[in-house]
C-alpha cells in the first residue's frame, strides 16, 4: 500500500521516504536500547552497501576510478574551498532567516565533507561514476579529519582548539574500505547471485541513506534539539532540503 501511494505521488519516492524518516524520528524518535540497535543497524547496512559495491564493480573499473585525478581535485576543490566560501559569505544573510544557530551549523555543514556513504549511494542512484565516487568520497573524508578542524578555527571563531580525532581514519577504513575490498576478493562467487537479484539490492543504496536519516535526527530529538530550535525553523530547513533533493531526483531521472 505504501509502495503504491509513494508510486502515485508526484514528489520522488525516496524523497518523501526521506521527509517521512524526519517526521517519525521528531515524534518517534529510537531511545534507549532501541536507539543502540538502530546505531548497529546503521553500521551494518553501510557495510553492506559497501560491500555490494565491492562486487559489483570489476577491479578495472575500480582501478579506473582510483586513477581518475581530474575528478578528484576538482571534488577536493568544491568540498574544502568553494563550499566553505559559499557558506562564509551566506552566514549573516542566513542568521537573518533562521536564527544565529541554524545559520552556524549550516556554515559548519559546509566545511565538512559528504559522508562516503550518502555520496556513493546518490551517485549510484543518479547512474554516475560510482568506482569514482568511492574514492574520493573516501579521501575527501580522510582529509576532512585534519582539515575540518582548521576551517572550523579559521572561519567560525572558536577558542576551543584544533581537535583531530585519529579514530575516524580507523572507522574509515574498517567500515568502509575493508568491506569494499572484501566484495572484491568475493566478486567471482557473489557477483552471478547478484546479477540475478539486482533488483532488490538497488534498496540498499537509498535504505541505508533513510536509516541513517532517521538515527541522525533522532539524536538531535533526543539531545534536545526543540529546545534550541523552533518548529519554523525546522520546517524550513526541511523544505529546502526537500526542494533539493526533487532537483536531484528529476536530474537523476533524465
Known sequence: MLRNLLARSPIDGFVLSILLAVVVAAFLPAR???????DWLVIAAIALLFFLYGTRLSPREAFAGLVHWRLHVTILAFTFVLFPIIGFVLAPLLKQVIGEDLSAGMLYLTLVPSTVQSSIAFTSIAR???PGAIVSASVSNLLGVFLTPL???WLMT?????????????????????????GQLARPLVAPFLKRYAEPTKY?????????????????V?????????????????????????????????
Open 32 to 38: 534507549g536500547e532501541f536507539a543502540e540497535v538502530m
Open 128 to 130: 554516475g561514476n560510482v
Open 151 to 153: 576551517l572550523v578555527v
Open 158 to 182: 572558536t577558542d576551543t582548539g584544533v581537535q583531530v580525532d585519529a579514530g575516524s581514519v580507523t572507522k574509515i577504513m574498517l567500515q568502509i574500505l575493508l568491506p569494499f575490498v572484501v
Open 204 to 220: 540498499v543504496d537509498r535504505g541505508s541513506i533513510v536509516l541513517v536519516v532517521y538515527v541522525a535526527f533522532s539524536e538531535g
Open 222 to 254: 533526543r539531545n534536545g534539539l526543540w529546545s534550541l530550535v523552533s518548529a519554523w525553523q525546522v520546517v524550513l530547513m526541511t523544505t529546502q532540503y526537500g526542494v533539493a533533493g526533487i532537483a536531484f531526483a528529476d536530474e537523476g531521472r533524465e
